[in-house]
């Protein structure tokens, strides 16, 4: 391997890195929400998914504050200062018994997360535009989507052995080892001459010339959707393959093969996307990903939940599709930002997080003795996705 080769190779890991940080904080909770709604006295089984959506909340209001504040600042600053807090927050998790401190918990470590999250992104912009960044973007999300098929095992690992708060220790255990690599190999890229002084008028530029690129709002606003779907998958699979189907000792096997099938689908779009280019690829997979929940409706509408088989086919086909649309969608949408890379990736972020939100809550609050409303969810979100997408076409 060639030192170029070896370093971009490095880059891309660390990059993954960075955003995986987010997905380990939710996925390695998940096998642990049923001894959580015990220890936190928890009687409504729907208010446990506030544990997971609550963090997504915090993602994109932290956005907001980490990207404009790395337009300024720099990107490595911020992403320490996201790191410690996310530290902090998740000591606050570890010492209470309380349903809404742990709530106050998990929205502090979104918040914290949000700037590795967003300034992953931003570096990634950085380095590289176009449909070599949507490239790059897929590579990154293909190693960062090993951390959620590996996280609920680690989790039900971790419960297993210490307990539900062992968890969160580890956490922050691994958000230390990321930092200080991230500290020792990577530069700061954004150039000296580049820094934008802090403002309020920064912001307020930045949000009137992200809402200026009709091809940025679109794409944000369906990766919205796409999140929303994902989001509200991951908030209620443990209900889904524990409760309704009585897979609770099975559910991190499952929840894994089906995190990988996204890796998959995001690696092969490495390669197609340089190909087709990005927006074939998004209107192809839209259109998929619609089909896939309609035609899930045609069969079970009105009917009991289909065989453990049936039904992970059907979640395998969507987040196949899913990891056509994840990198595709951001890369499209920042495309006409790169400038402002720091606020142009925060408001991409806080935008998408505050369409998802409720969407996964709508939705999520019908999936209690059937997976049908879950499905319905998708359909909608496909359908009004593809009009959206029709608009700029």
Known sequence: MTKKKRSQFEFIALMA?????????????????????????????KNSQLLITMIFLGLGIGQLISG??????????????????????????????SLEIMIIGRLLQGVG???PRTISIAIVRD????????KIMSFVTVIFIIVPAIAPSLGKFLLDVWGWKSIFYT???????????FYARQKETLKPENKIPFSFKLIKNGFKEFFSYKQTVVNTIVSGFVTGSFMVFLSTSQNIFGKQY????EFPYIFAAIALTVGFSTLINGVLVLKFGMK????????????????YIILFYQEPNPSIYVLISFFIMQFLNIGFLFGNLSARAMEPVGHIAGVGSALNGFVATVIAVPIATIIGSFVDT???????????AGTISIILLRFIK
């Open 127 to 134: 380095r590289f535009k176009g449909d070599y960044m949507a």
């Open 280 to 295: 074939k690829l998004i209107n192809t997979f839209s259109i998929l990903f619609t089909l896939v929940s309609l035609a």
């Open 370 to 380: 059937t997976v049908l409303p879950l499905f319905i969810g998708f359909f909608i």
């Open 171 to 181: 956490q922050i255990v691994i958000v230390i080892i990321v930092a200080l690599w």
């Open 68 to 97: 404009p504040l790395s337009d300024s600042f720099g990107r490595k600053p911020v992403t320490y200062c996201g790191f410690g807090l996310f530290v902090i927050a998740s000591f606050i998790c570890t010492a209470t018994n």
């Open 113 to 115: 997360l949000s700037a």
């Open 17 to 45: 890195s960075l955003m995986s940080t987010v997905a380990l904080s939710i996925d390695a909770l998940l096998p642990a929400l049923g001894v959580m709604e015990n220890a936190l006295s928890i009687t409504n089984p």
């Open 246 to 249: 009585g897979m609770e000792e």
